[in-house]
């Protein structure tokens, strides 16, 4: 384990950019293949339980590909930019690079992956975008449920060279959880919807 913990570090210094990326797809691909499995077991869990898990391989090969193509350069270059924008160290700092990555960094990354993987899942086309606003909305709520806390640690304790691999790490539990909430995906876009309107 240690050799490969190593080969992996020498291969982040040498490809740093490469290494992320794949590291990012790799974990993107498991967490997806973990998310499937929950969303089958919760099915099954309101019907009979017959019916056999079947992993779906189309899926797990768009969540490496945006992985390998998206999020992990995009977190590579993000986390530079970041260490640029705001320098020093101490709480002020860690806090101030909690916010502006929260704030202003999240809603960004987060709308982007949705269209991304909708443009990959349509072939190369963008469909259904009528609720893309209300789920966006309702996506960046549950990352502050989990990213706020989760960045705060990487940024005070992870060395900046793995600060992509624990935000892939992380991710992984995210997606589940997500997969876990998505069954009563339309009754949550329903509700926000109408929280919407009456804020309007």
Do not use: C
């Amino acid at each position: 384990m240690r050799k490969l913990w190593g080969l992996y570090l020498g291969l982040l210094d040498n490809h740093p950019l490469v290494t992320k990326s794949l590291s990012t797809g790799f974990l993107m691909g498991t967490g997806d293949i973990l998310a499937q499995k929950l969303e089958h077991k919760f099915k099954e869990s309101n019907k009979d339980g017959k019916n056999k898990f079947k992993l779906n391989y189309k899926r797990v090969l768009t969540m490496s590909t945006v992985g390998i193509f998206y999020s992990g350069p995009m977190l590579h270059y993000w986390y530079k930019s970041l260490d640029i924008m705001v320098k020093g160290e101490g709480k002020s700092v860690i806090i101030k690079k909690m916010l502006i990555d929260q704030l202003l960094f999240a809603p960004v990354a987060i709308g982007g992956f949705m269209t991304v993987t909708n443009f990959i899942n349509n072939k190369g086309e963008l469909k259904n975008l009528e609720n893309f606003t209300t789920e966006l909305f309702y996506a960046v709520k549950i990352n502050w449920l989990l990213w706020p806390a989760a960045q705060i640690v990487n940024f005070s304790l992870v060395p900046p060279n793995l600060r992509v691999l624990y935000s892939s790490i992380i991710s992984i539990f995210w997606g589940m959880f997500l997969s876990h909430i998505s069954f009563d995906k339309d009754h949550h876009i329903h509700n926000n919807q109408n929280k919407i309107k009456e804020i309007n």
